[in-house]
């Protein structure tokens, strides 16, 4: 129990500074941005330096990706539309999604809904989330493999499970998911674990992750059934 106010506590905080040096940074750098779009289009440079000029257009995109990034956990929007999400769906159109991604590293997902579940939520802020949490387990999945996604209703909860057989992780890796710009992965931003874990809870959602070095992930995703949850000024509460 300490655990988890530690990692909320350490989450508020880390959007409070996200949210101050994502403003401060993006007006520079689209200033920055704006001209040297207008130099490329220049006739009269050479081409070795208009390929200067569009490399650092890309770097400059991928430093507002990020930013973008943090100022959604950030500035959660609190009048974001809350529905009743029904999950089976939203589980086949992630993975009709992802398909194409799925296919570039050639895992398979093997989706297996038994029974009709529902929550309260917003759609997009709960597709990013699966989302975030199934490019994982395919990302840590070797060619071939296959990552498998399970939901069922336990009491008032509605379960998801992400399992992939993948390199897997250490107690201490498993501890340092969710810091901001905590990644492995040569191309990671090391955001979306911290999304994740702050849109879950303001829905009065928990993720639990399991792994084992060499073996695999196994990541449960638990929220409140729909007729568990009253939503109410933009909060959540669960009934008693
Ligand atoms: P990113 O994917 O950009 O690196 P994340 O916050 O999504 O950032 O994940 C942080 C790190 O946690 C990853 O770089 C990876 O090392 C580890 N990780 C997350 N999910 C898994 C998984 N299913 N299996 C193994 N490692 C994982
Ligand atoms: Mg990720």
């Known amino acids: 129990y300490y655990e988890q106010i530690k990692q909320t506590e350490r989450l508020k905080i880390s959007g409070q500074l996200a949210a101050a040096v994502a403003h401060e940074i993006r007006n520079p750098l689209t200033v920055v941005k704006g001209f040297l779009e207008l130099y490329e289009k220049d006739t009269s440079v050479s081409d070795d330096i208009k390929r200067h000029y569009s490399l650092m257009i890309g770097e400059l995109n991928s430093a507002e990706y990020v930013i973008s990034q943090l100022l959604s956990v950030a500035k959660p929007n609190k009048d974001q539309e809350m529905e009743t999400v029904n999950v089976k769906n939203v589980l086949q159109s992630v993975t009709d999604l992802l398909h194409s991604y799925g296919l570039l590293h050639d895992n398979n997902i093997d989706l297996n ?38 939901a069922d209703m336990k009491n008032d909860f509605v379960e998801i499970k992400v399992i992939d057989y993948g390199h897997g ?3 201490a890796e498993v501890g340092s998911l969710g810091t901001p710009f905590y990644s492995l992965k040569s191309k990671g931003t090391g955001l979306g674990m911290m999304i994740c874990y702050n849109i879950a809870e303001k829905y009065k959602g928990t993720i639990d992750v399991q792994s084992s070095k060499g073996k695999g992930t196994t990541v449960t995703i638990r929220f409140p059934s729909k007729n568990n949850t009253i939503w109410s000024k933009g909060n959540s509460y669960i009934k008693k």
Do not use: P, R
Request: proline share 0%; charged share 25%.
């Open 113 to 150: 809904v038994t029974e009709e579940c529902f929550i309260a939520a917003n759609t997009i802020e709960f597709k990013q989330l699966l989302i975030n949490i199934i490019k994982n387990a395919m990302e840590a999945s070797e060619i071939g493999d296959s990552v498998k996604i399970t």
């Open 169 to 171: 992780m250490s107690e």
